[in-house]
Each structure stands twice: as C-alpha cells, then as structure tokens.
C-alpha cells in the first residue's frame, strides 16, 4: 500500500480534494483550521492500493500551534511514499517556501496547484512546465471543489509507485 | 541515506550548505526523515529535532552545537531568519519567471466589501445585520418559531401523538410498559417528540446559516474585527473561529482550540466555550422561548455576554502569560456553493442527529426507571429548593434535571413548560441564563478532558455550575429589589 499525505497551508482545498480523491466526506470551509485531526481513506488507482492522508493545515516545518505539529508528525514518523503539497495557486510565492522544504526530505512530492479556477480569474498565468523543470518534481493544476484535474492526480500518483519500486 | 543530496540545498548561502553537510555527517543513527531536513532544523534550533537528535546521538551532539553556533556567528540575524529568506529568495525568482500577473485586478467590488467587513465602524452594524437575520430571523423566527409550530403543533400533537398512544395501548396491555413508550416522558412522546419536532429545525435551520455564512470567507474577518476586544479576554482574534463554532456545537469546538497557540489561551477559551457560549440546539430553543418577551431576550443576551467578558477578563488577570501576536490568511470572500452548503448541513445535522437521539432515549428510558423506584422524584424534591432559591416554580426542577444530560434537553423542557403558560418573563429570562451558564452535555465533558485533562476539567465544571446557579439567584434576586417585571 502508497501511503499519501495532503499536506500545505491551511484553507488552501486540501479537504475538498481529499472528497473529491476518496469520495469519503470531511467538512469543508472557508477558513482556516476547520481540519485539526488526521482523516484517511483507501482508494485504489487501477491495480494499486493507495491510503490518503487529510492534514490540517501547517505554514512551515517550524510548527507554532498543535494542529501543525500534527501535520510535521505525520511527515516525520510515518514517512509517507508520497506528499501532495496542496497550495492555493494565487498565493504561490507565499507557498512555495514549505515545498521547498518537503523536498529537502527527499520524500516523492507532487506540488499541485489549487484554486487554479480563480488565479485565472484573475489574469494570472502560470507556466506549469517551467515550475516542473526549475524543481524537478511533477506539478499538476487542479479544481478541488469541481473535482478537476482530479484524474491527472491520480495518474501522477500512480506513475510515481511504478517508479518508486522500479 | 548516508550521502547528502546537495542538489534541492543549492539554494542556500554556501556556509549553511557547508553547516549541513557536516551536521549530516555528524548524524550517525538512523532516522525516519532525512538528514538534509534534521541539519537544517538543528540550524534553526527547532526544539523537536533537538531533543530527537540529542538523545539518538549523545556525544555527537555537542559537536552539532559547535557547528550551529559557529555558523551563526557568522551572521547578525539568527539562522531561522537567513534561511527563511535565502528560500524566500529562491521562490522569488522562480515566480517572477514562470507566473505572469495582470497589473490591475477586478478585486475591486470584493475588496471594498473586504474593508467594510473589517472596519469598526462599518464592521460591527454588518455583524448586527448578519445576527439579526442569520441567527434571529431564520434560525429564531422560522426554524424555531414557524417550523418547530408546525411540526411540533400541528403534526404531533394532532396526528402522530394520538395514533402512536392508541397503536401502543392497543398492543401493550401493561400500563407501565405503556408509560415507557408513550407516557409523559415515554420515549416516543417525550424523546423522539424532542429531538424530531424540537431540537431538528432549529439545528437544522442553524447549520444551514452557518454553512451559508462559512462559506463565504466571512469567519475570518470577523476575527479581524474582534481581536481587539478579545484582548482583553486574554484571546487573540484566532480564539473567534472555535467561539463561532461553539454556537454550533461547543463540544466540536472545544476541539477546534487546538489551533490556538498557548495552553493559556486554551484553557480560556475552553472555559468560556463550556461557560458561556450556547450550542446551536440551546441557542434556537432560547430564541424560541423568549421570543414573545424581547425584554427577557434582551437581558439574557446582556447577562451571557456580560458573563463571558468578565470571566473572561478575570481568567486572563489569574492565569499568568501574555497573548501571541495575532495573523490570519484571509482567503478571500467568495459566493457560497449550494451543494457545498447542501452536504455540509446534511453531515452536520446527522451527526448531530446519531448523537442526541440515543442520549434522549436513554434519558426516557432512565427517567421510566427512576420513576418506577421512586429515584426520579426523590431528585426532583432534592434540585427544588435550588430551583425555588432562583425564583422558579417547582415544575422546573424537571428541565434542571433534564438540563444535567444535555443544556438542549433541558432548553426543550423549559419550552414544554412555556407553552403552557407556566412561566413568567422573569423566570424564562433566568431560567434561559441558568441554563445556558450550564456545561452543555457529557459529550463535552468528555472532550474537555481529553483536551485539558481531568484536574482543569473537574475545576472547570465546578466553577461553571457555581457560576451558573450563582447569577441565577442573584438575578432574581436584584430583579426582586428593583421590581422589575420584564
């Protein structure tokens, strides 16, 4: 089984993406740290197990409140084979620092660009390809509340397993 | 794991890359996280890793040290500031190269909103608004007045109360099994009767409220607007999102107060959720109850709110410490989605359906047992004298007891009494004070003590049935004095 954490700033869709990947239901709002405890659920993608991790929301790797320290302990004890940082795509240069920092961890990271319906709204133009080739790792745009770009995720998750035990 | 990758460190000044790579070599146990992220941790003296990394490595540990703070003296800001920057720097770069951003945005009728939100001034008559027709018109007037009539007069009373009595009598020939299903505190005509036509539509009408108004982004700025007051509570404006919640249900709340950042602000803002913010169910029931007399609402509101202030305020003069500097995102205002609100309230309510309607079975059943041995009587003489000493009738000392399960349970019972014009608007304002100073229900209490623990729990709740009691007598007993007839 792929263990796969959903992990970045709070209020950012991690929840609505986590619905939207496991059909399961945690409460969604429009503020931060309506998440505060672990939720999980199984999904399988094509002949593979995955178990996704729902974390509450953290800015750094230097934790101040409880609910953060919740999110680093899942990162540094349970080494999950996969992190989806989960970042709102406005706020990308406030974002970015922590991927940073999950990559230094060496643990497979997907950056998935979140809320991308309204970055766009707004006249902003991301160049997704570029972000992949300065960081080396694979990022993806995605719709949670609408549920796209859901299946390009699961793709990279599943590619990512093939990879990893190649 | 034994060479360091320097490929995803090439972003740092090159003493600290020169720093990590020689703390990783110091690193000789093994670890679940790599030793990239350890060193640069142990650079910016996270506590975490220290004590990890002191009691894996023993010796090497002071040589750790060594390179920390001969790193750091070669710069005037400490570690934790420089490589945040050096990232800040990176990430910088990297988005002024893949991210084109228009120069003027269409912000423009969102942002002026945003300020009127925030503003004192225009903020506070905006949280009046949303008061008045969010919680006292749709959730008082129609889910409690309207809806609950309805259901509660008109379906029950009229239709299913006498089919369901007859279907029982018929098929029981016993009366006391009768009385336990269908008696005065049966479980159908007293447990399902309150928690289907009572506690149902208020709850329900309230989560589809607060959804609606979740949704929105407006939580947050709400926080903005009240941090100043919350100062004096020894809370910052972090603390307004679990108070929020807590009228919703405060037992959810009290575990939304782990995003607060000192155990001070904690254990004040579990106290002031158990003391003196109602739950949704209680919140509705209160609007309900005191709807026809405005001046027993008025001073319910005042008394509640000027009961969270001031222990508020004295809890933080008592309990030592200072309270952190208060930052939010503000995720911006955004319409709320129907099917969004739709499955939220939907959860909400089972949820909170799953939770009352076995305790309001059980509290039937319960009551049928005390009754039959005389137990439930003997408790009711027991609680009259406190329910007479706050200017009560003695029918009362039922909704006190009911209120001991759960605050909306009483609430409930306090309603049944009310309806048939038991209670004065004197003793409803008291009565709704009372119980609302009341820890809510065992569920919270439960959760209290997996959050804080059973000393603070058992403190907590002694103080707040002291507080309770206290200012239910002494109202009546000011409101004797003065003879004042609300």
């Known amino acids: ?166 | 794991m034994s060479s360091p990758h320097t490929t995803t460190l090439n972003y740092l000044d090159t003493p600290i890359c020169e720093a990590v790579l020689k703390i990783t070599e110091l690193l000789k146990a093994s670890y679940k996280i790599s030793k990239n992220t350890l060193a640069l941790l142990l650079l910016q003296e996270d506590p975490y890793t220290q004590a990890l990394v002191k009691e894996k490595e023993e010796k090497n540990y002071t040589h750790i040290q060594e390179v920390v703070s001969n790193l750091s003296k070669q710069y005037s800001e400490p570690l934790r500031y420089v490589i945040s920057m050096n990232r800040q720097k990176t990430v910088d770069v990297l988005v002024s190269q893949s991210v084109t951003v228009p120069k003027s945005s269409s912000f423009m009728i969102s942002n002026f909103l945003n300020r009127l939100m925030i503003h004192p001034l225009t903020g506070y008559p905006i949280l009046a608004l949303v008061l008045y027709y969010g919680l006292y018109q749709f959730v008082g007037v129609f889910g409690s007045g309207t809806i609950v009539e309805f259901i509660e007069g008109t379906l029950f009373e009229t239709y299913i109360n006498p089919w369901v009595t007859s279907f029982f009598q018929a098929l029981i020939p016993w009366a006391v099994i009768q009385e336990l299903f269908v008696g005065e505190y049966g479980i159908f005509t007293l447990g399902i009767r309150y928690a289907v036509a009572i506690v149902l539509p208020v709850v329900g009408t309230f989560f589809i409220a607060f959804s609606i108004i979740e949704d929105t982004g407006y939580l947050p700025r709400l926080a903005l607007l009240l941090d100043r007051s919350f100062k004096y509570i020894g809370l910052n404006g972090r603390a307004v999102i679990p108070m929020v919640l807590g009228l919703g249900c405060d037992t959810m709340a009290t575990m939304v107060t782990r995003i607060l950042e000192t155990k001070r602000e904690k254990v004040i803002a579990t106290l002031l959720l158990a003391l003196a913010i109602p739950c949704s169910a209680q919140l509705g029931l209160i609007l309900a109850l005191l709807a026809k007399s405005p001046h027993a609402l008025l001073m319910w509101g005042g008394v509640v709110m000027g009961e969270f202030f001031l222990i508020g305020y004295l809890a933080a003069k008592i309990l030592p410490g200072t309270q952190p500097q208060f930052f939010m995102e503000l995720p911006p205002l955004r319409l709320p989605m129907l099917s969004n609100v739709m499955t939220k309230t939907y959860s909400r309510i089972q949820w909170y359906f799953m939770e009352v309607l076995p305790l309001f079975i059980v509290a039937s059943l319960l009551i049928w047992v005390g009754q039959i041995t005389g137990l439930f009587q003997w408790l009711i003489n027991a609680l009259k004298p406190v329910v007479l000493a706050i200017g009560l009738p003695a029918e009362a000392a039922i909704a006190v007891l009911f209120g001991f399960f759960r605050r909306d349970y009483g609430a409930a019972g306090l309603y049944d009494l009310q309806t048939k014009n038991l209670l004065t608007p004197n003793q409803l304002a008291i009565a709704s004070i009372t119980l609302t100073l009341f820890l809510p229900c065992i569920a919270q209490f439960l959760i209290m003590k997996k959050e804080r623990g059973l000393k603070t729990t058992l403190w907590m709740t002694a103080f707040i049935f002291g507080a309770a009691f206290g200012t239910g007598y002494l109202l009546n007993q000011v409101l004797e004095l003065l003879r004042i007839h609300l």
């Open chain 1, 1 to 166: 089984m792929t263990k796969v954490a959903l992990v970045g700033s709070p209020n950012v869709g991690k929840s609505s993406l986590f619905n939207q990947l496991t059909k399961l239901y945690v409460s969604v709002s429009n503020y931060p740290g309506t998440t505060v405890s672990i939720t999980r659920g199984k999904i399988t993608i094509k002949d593979k197990i995955f178990e996704i991790m729902d974390t509450p929301g953290m800015y750094s790797f230097l934790p101040v409140t409880d609910e953060e320290k919740v999110s680093r302990k899942i990162i540094f004890e349970e080494s999950p084979d996969i992190i989806v940082h989960v970042i709102d795509a406005k706020n990308l240069e406030r974002m970015l620092p922590l991927t940073l920092q999950l990559m230094e961890t060496k643990l497979n990271v997907i950056l998935n660009l979140n809320i991308i319906d309204e970055a766009e709204k707004i006249g902003m133009i991301i160049n997704t390809d570029l972000l992949e080739k300065e960081l080396h790792i694979p990022v993806i745009q995605t719709v949670s509340t609408k549920g796209i770009g859901v299946l390009t995720l699961k793709d990279k998750l599943y590619e990512l397993t093939t990879h990893h035990h190649a």
